[in-house]
């Protein structure tokens, strides 16, 4: 028995390969994961310094009615906090607590914008009913992870009931796949106001998803010990059911025709299926397709150029900071999650035609001029503000707060000031600019009570988790979606057109976060198991 058991080999140790080997695992299959880093847990992670703890990816974490009854299901105990968003800007600030919320932040656009109010009240209108339809999607757990035969009147009173409106909330936020800026653009001529909502998304990204968003921020939440602790607890249940990792793996060639893949250090891994929870263009550029079929090389070339074609979404910097000031001092400023803008100007061209100008013309420009850029997307940009003591109270010494302050940011601009030769010195402008910025507006004079500092470009997303262009949530929105995009069709997702071989995570699903990547791993995981159900030996 033990040795007829099917050799499952997952590449990527990000929440996708940990979800899908870990119930694979518990199904007695061989189970192996392979991990670049020396680390499991990819985006996913938190890690320490100097006594304070930071989160690498998400600041906090949305169950989607996904990661907490998944988490149920393997059998997971854990303990998490509530996670408090506000937004603000300039020195506005509203807390998101309710949908009833809504009202404040209109109230707020209004004393912003007084001129506009009545575009205001139509987007307001807008984000409203987007959210309801959100609401719909969110209102039970997934099914998959819930046993609904002990509960037969829930399933007839409730579940049924809601499964119809749970279709036409699908259909309705079909109607809404314009991409947000054109929808805006649509109710309102004051670019400003454009921005203020929607800087701190993607650009490109779908209404339904964007101002569906309001909705979102009251489904978040925040483990004990920091967001990294989700991975280490699905890390100890595969473990717990023998499934095995090995750390500092790189996957440099994909043979399929035998069946086996090639580390960079020569060593061999058979499988009888192989999950690909890892960046898609490293799959397809390490593919070795000489022994196989005429027509199955010829899907999978298609499938190569398409995704080798597409890049990912913008990525973000990242600034870490200690800060020799207590929590309450940031508790009564925001918060312990807050998207903060500056200035109710908004990025404006600074981040359309200057930002084409710096990626285009970056040889061909002084210095100066792109510095000068930069003065101006970092004073006008919207800024992701996360600090894990206000949720956990152990994660920084005593009377010292930890900041984890991000915004957008392009792969190719850092890319290219890697190029010329003056990355570290970039850096270091961007790190001493925000802290310029907050030390003006949010968190008066910041700069003179830093303990330490340091930070996280897209090159280092890059080179860390080895995600193209850095993206942290797959595909650009900008060009056609490489991948399957809608909800109805996230089964289909992780199937490719490699014998035997399945995909899960980010890149399998736009727009994917944490939810859909835990998801994607668990479909592939089901995947495998019917395919080794009918064919045992």
């Known amino acids: 028995m033990e040795r007829n058991r099917k050799k499952v080999v997952v590449v990527g140790g990000g929440m996708a390969g940990l979800t899908a080997a870990a119930y694979l695992a518990r199904e ?166 454009i921005d203020i909502i929607i800087q701190h998304f993607f650009r490109k990204t779908p209404t339904h998803f964007a101002l569906g968003y309001f909705y979102v921020y009251l489904d978040y939440f925040y483990p004990r010990g920091g967001t990294g602790a989700l991975s280490n607890l699905v890390e100890e249940k595969l473990l717990e059911w023998g499934g095995r990792i090995e750390l500092n793996k790189k996957i440099v060639e994909v043979n399929p025709s035998q069946s086996k893949i090639i580390a960079a250090d020569g060593q061999e891994y058979p499988y009888d299926y192989l999950i690909w929870a890892a960046d898609l263009k490293t799959l397809y550029r390490s593919l070795k397709v000489n022994d196989l079929d005429p027509h199955t090389a010829a899907k999978i070339k298609t499938e190569s150029e398409r995704k080798l074609s597409s890049k990912g979404a913008e990525s973000v910097f990242i600034l870490y900071a200690g800060v020799n000031r207590p929590p309450s001092y940031f508790r009564q400023n925001g918060g312990e999650h807050v998207f903060y803008t500056p200035s109710r100007q908004g990025l404006g061209e600074t981040n359309q035609a200057e930002r084409i100008r710096i990626i285009r013309d970056f040889e061909q420009l002084s210095k100066e001029e792109i510095l000068g850029w930069l003065e101006r997307y970092l004073s006008l940009n919207t800024y992701e503000i996360s600090i894990p003591v206000l949720r956990d109270e152990t994660l920084a010494p005593e009377g010292k707060t930890g900041l984890m302050v991000s915004c957008l940011y392009d792969y190719q601009i850092l890319e290219k000031v890697e190029q010329a ?90 727009p994917a976060g944490v939810p859909i990547a835990m998801l994607t791993g668990w479909y592939a995981s089901q995947n495998i198991l019917k395919k080794a159900k009918k064919n045992p030996a």
């Open 28 to 193: 007695k299959l061989d189970v192996l994961l392979l991990e670049k880093n020396a680390r499991i847990g990819g985006l996913v992670s938190t890690f320490e310094s100097n006594g304070f703890f930071f989160d690498t990816g998400p600041r906090a974490l949305i169950n989607s009615g996904i990661v907490k009854p998944m988490l149920k299901h393997m059998g997971i105990e854990w303990d998490f906090f509530k996670n408090r968003i506000s937004i603000g800007i300039e020195d506005h600030f509203i807390s998101i607590l309710s949908m009833e919320d809504l009202d404040e932040y209109q109230r707020m656009l209004i004393q912003l914008y007084p001129e506009n109010e009545p575009d205001i009240r139509q987007i307001i209108a807008a984000i409203s009913q987007i959210s309801e339809y959100t609401r719909v999607l969110y209102e039970f757990d997934n099914p998959n992870f819930t046993d609904l035969t002990k509960d037969k009147a829930f399933i007839f009173r409730k579940l049924i009931p809601w499964t119809f409106k749970f279709l036409h909330a699908l259909r309705k936020l079909n109607q809404y796949n314009l991409p947000m800026e054109e929808f805006l653009k649509g109710l309102t001529t004051n670019q400003s106001l």
């Open 421 to 510: 030769g003056w990355y570290d010195e970039f850096k270091e402008i961007c790190e001493t600019t925000v802290i310029r910025v907050l030390s003006e507006s949010i968190y008066k004079n910041l700069h003179e009570d830093i303990l330490f500092r340091f930070s996280a470009t897209p090159l280092t997303i890059q080179k860390v988790s080895g995600s193209s262009e850095g993206a942290i949530t797959g595909w650009s929105f900008e060009t056609s979606s490489p991948v399957v995009h809608t909800l109805k069709d996230i089964p289909k997702s992780v199937l490719t057109p490699l014998p035997n071989v399945f995909q899960a995570g980010q890149w399998v699903y736009s």
